[in-house]
């Protein structure tokens, strides 16, 4: 069953006994401004994996002292559902024509929260917003869902996950849906120089009542876990 919101100017999303609401605005030019699946199965597995520890994923998921970054944060669904489950150290991050949204939706869900995420602008091909965000040391988590889709700004998104991401504990967390196959086949070709070891979670790990046909977590590591 595919999730389409399209018509939804609301999509809800239960997690860790609340519910968080995310506005959207379908008109918009902005891509970033739709809530996208692999979000919300990318928080549900997440979920599944802090009340379950005996599946395979509960080193990636160690927040309390967990220094976290969303990449590509759209309207805020992953960041603040991630947030709702205890990932309080986090920095949610756009570009600046997507922060409005995002700011909009941080505020409507503030009360169900432990402590805010801090929301900052990034052009992923902009150094100077890389250097301001890696300071004072870079994440040991990185979280994007859904941001795979254009060709052109892969080599630039791989970029920016190297350069914010500890060069040797950081993770990746990736929600992932082939939106094109030419960006789909330029992330995978690139991705691994950064990030070499590659974890695919199987189906049967994901929330089944959030695991729909295109969409995928991924976990990727600068080096094998320990």
């Not at 052109?152 to 500890?166: C, K, T, Y």
């Not at 695919?200 to 009542?209: F, G, I, Q, Y």
């Not at 959030?210 to 991924?218: H, I, N, P």
């Amino acid at each position: 069953e595919e999730m389409r919101f399209t018509a939804s100017p609301v999509v809800e999303l239960p997690v860790g006994g609340a519910v968080l609401t995310f506005e959207q605005d379908n008109d918009s030019f902005e891509v970033g401004t739709s809530v996208w699946p692999s979000s919300l199965v990318l928080v549900k597995f997440v979920e599944r994996c802090l009340r379950d520890p005996a599946l395979p994923f509960a080193d990636v998921l160690r927040f309390p002292g967990t220094r976290a970054v969303e990449l590509g944060s759209g309207c805020g669904p992953a960041g603040l559902g991630l947030s709702r489950l205890g990932l309080t150290d986090l920095v949610l991050t756009d570009i600046a024509a997507v922060l409005p949204a995002l700011r909009r939706n941080l505020r409507r869900n503030r009360g169900h929260l432990p402590r805010a995420p801090r929301l900052a602008q990034l052009h992923w091909n902009c150094p100077a917003h890389l250097a301001t965000l890696a300071t004072p040391r870079r994440f040991d988590l990185l979280v994007a869902a859904d941001v795979v889709y254009v060709q052109e700004s892969v080599p630039h998104l791989i970029a920016a996950m190297d350069a914010l991401a500890d060069a040797e504990r950081g993770v990746v967390l990736l929600g992932y849906q082939i939106r094109s196959s030419e960006a789909h086949q330029a992330f995978w070709d690139s991705v691994p120089a950064a990030f070499p070891v590659i974890e695919k979670v199987a189906r049967e790990h994901l929330d089944p009542d959030y695991a729909y046909e295109e969409s995928d977590v991924y976990i990727l590591r600068r080096r094998p876990r320990q």
